[in-house]
């Protein structure tokens, strides 16, 4: 880990407006060399409007964006590598015949396919399992050695093996000083970025680790011989009640208010106050 | 709720497309009441077994439990809404194909769309409909006719955390009312929230139980360290390294950690790659 440097990607006060609508409101973000940061935000909290302008495809209405510390360009686009949620496969083509089509566009030397990958390399991309498709994306995005690497949701939709060695790719980019930036909203993806930067409704709601991030955001537990009825009631009242195996939960609740309710359904229970997970926590940020 | 604790699921289930074997030996009981998830990764199996659970695919051996297809509600992957009726057509439509009475639809869908906050979509397009907005009207239409068995699969694929939420709070609430519910997800977080847990890998189950069941079986030790430690399987969590010793003791330069879902299914996994080896 060698996290510092002068930022390879910067944000000051972005702002992107479209017509009535404030998709961005003033978001400030770095990366720095060797360092994996995650841009979590609910649909519509603006991740990828700061995205497309990060890669240059959206001018800002306010702020400033450098890339590698200039105004992003195509020049900065070389420098850049980027694998899209839709993983931007020709599927139509193999293994090698993209990894070659890409080596042309960016004027590399392209990269030698290792494992599993080298194996299916006469393969079409659309005959693969999701788990080899993703890692084909991954081989690509990297083999211009890119400065900087640009990920939407890099591991949905594999088994846990599978994302350990998706994240092992990741880490290793990272350790060799290139910057990482993650876009997702998935727990398992969170915990492993260094820092987290957090968009609801256009604006940072939480910067920092997971848990600084989490902080001191709470939620109420209620452990109840009768779950269903203590899950009716507080359902019933508005709460954002969750069920976690035969236990509930309520992020952001007062836990006297959860006891008075349930006293008033005639549902006896226990109510403690835990502290939330990151995902009570970002539902919490994005509600307020 | 026709039976008060009517135990749903499969046993030793079998399942073949052509010569493939698509799902071997497995078992899943589903109480009335309850969540169970299901969990892999592509191709695993979640599918086949959720499609032969919902009666859409025949098994090739074991037995399926459920009940009668119209005291049954099932969201496939994918859209599960007809994208070119409004959210109000699509439950009217789903509700006449369960049976309901005119009043009782009426009733159900007022309920429904207040509890999904699609009130105001109401006459939307359902391909006009953002990805949680898309799934919260397809649980709401299989779950319309209060059915005994719910399945569900990957309903929170591709969907926010707020909808996600969301989702999960409406299946609860489905379990609150006596359904057994059954859900696919390739999200361990999420598997954890459930009674029960059934990981697949390669159409077997991988493991099986609470989740507290499944982490306490977890074999050997897995433990944490700042630096990739040699010689034992390992995988990063942040920028340090978990691993495995399948006989302890902890590598240098590493400590034990109690492992969560994430951590088991890799050990599990990591074990059955090395008896295929052997």
């Known amino acids: 880990m060698s996290a510092g440097g002068p930022p390879l990607a910067s944000a000051q006060g972005a702002t992107k407006r479209f017509g009535e609508l404030l998709a961005v409101d003033q978001v400030d973000l770095t990366v720095t060399p060797g360092e994996v940061v995650g841009l979590i935000g609910a649909n519509g909290a603006g991740k990828t409007t700061l995205i497309r302008m990060l890669l240059g495809l959206l001018l800002p209405t306010a702020g400033r964006i450098r890339l590698f510390g200039e105004p992003p360009s195509r020049r900065t686009r070389a420098r850049l590598g980027y694998v899209p949620q839709s993983l931007g496969l020709y599927e139509d083509l193999t293994v090698a015949e993209n990894l070659a089509f890409s080596a042309a566009a960016f004027g590399s030397a392209g990269a030698d396919l290792e494992g599993e990958l080298a194996?299916?390399?006469?393969?079409?991309?659309?005959?693969?399992?999701?788990?080899?498709?993703?890692?084909?994306?991954?081989?690509?995005a990297l083999s211009h050695h890119p400065d900087l690497l640009v990920l939407d949701e890099p591991t949905s939709g594999v088994d846990p093996l599978q994302r350990a060695r998706l994240w092992e790719t990741i880490r290793a980019t990272a350790t060799d000083g290139a910057g990482v930036l993650v876009t997702t909203h998935h727990l398992s993806e969170a915990e492993q970025c260094d820092r987290l930067v957090v968009l609801a409704n256009g604006r940072v709601a939480a910067a920092g680790t997971l848990a600084e991030v989490v902080g001191d955001t709470t939620a109420a537990e209620v452990r109840t011989p009768s779950w269903e009825a203590a899950f009716t009631a507080l359902d019933a009242a508005g709460l954002p009640v969750s069920l976690?195996?035969?236990?509930?939960?309520?992020?952001?609740?007062?836990?006297?208010?959860?006891?008075?309710?349930?006293?008033?359904?005639?549902?006896?229970?226990?109510?403690?106050?835990?502290?939330?997970?990151f995902e009570e926590t970002f539902v919490v940020l994005a509600a307020a | 709720m026709s039976q008060g604790r009517a135990v749903w699921g499969c046993q030793d289930l079998g399942v073949r497309y052509g010569g493939v074997v698509a799902l071997e030996d497995v078992t899943l009981e589903v109480p009335a009441g309850s969540v169970a998830a299901v969990v892999g990764g592509d191709g695993a199996g979640k599918t086949t077994l959720l499609r032969a659970l919902a009666g859409a695919v025949r098994p090739a051996a074991g037995v399926v439990l459920r009940p009668d297809e119209r005291r049954l509600g099932y969201v496939s992957a994918g859209p599960g809404v007809w994208a070119d009726l409004t959210v109000d057509e699509n439950l009217s439509f789903a509700g006449r194909a369960y049976g309901l009475p005119a009043g009782e639809l009426d009733r159900r869908t007022a309920a429904l769309l207040e509890r999904t906050d699609l009130a105001s979509a109401r006459d939307r397009l359902a391909g006009r409909l953002s990805g949680g907005m898309r799934q919260k009207l397809a649980l709401a239409m299989a779950v319309l006719h209060r059915p005994d068995l719910l399945i569900l699969d990957e309903p929170t694929t591709g969907v926010d955390p707020v909808s996600r939420a969301e989702l999960w709070r409406l299946l609860a609430s489905a379990a609150a009312g006596g359904a057994a519910v059954v859900v696919g997800t390739t999200y361990l977080d999420e598997a954890e929230r459930a009674a029960t847990v059934l990981v697949l890998d390669r159409g077997r189950a991988l493991l099986a139980g609470t989740p507290d069941e499944v982490l306490t079986a977890t074999p050997g030790l897995v433990v944490e360290g700042p630096a990739k430690p040699e010689g034992v399987a390992s995988w990063p969590r942040g920028a340090r390294w978990r691993a495995w010793s399948p006989d302890g003791p902890a590598p240098p330069g590493t400590s034990p950690v109690a492992p969560d879902l994430e951590d088991a299914v890799i050990v599990a996994q990591l074990r059955q790659a090395l008896r295929r080896a052997a």
Not at chain 1, 126 to 134: Q, V
Not at chain 1, 247 to 269: K, S, W
């Open chain 1, 119 to 140: 194996e299916q390399r006469d393969a079409l991309v659309r005959d693969l399992p999701l788990g080899l498709r993703r890692r084909a994306a991954f081989a690509i």
């Open chain 1, 244 to 277: 976690v195996g035969r236990a509930l939960r309520v992020p952001g609740a007062d836990p006297d208010a959860v006891r008075r309710l349930l006293a008033d359904a005639g549902v006896p229970a226990q109510v403690t106050t835990v502290a939330a997970s």
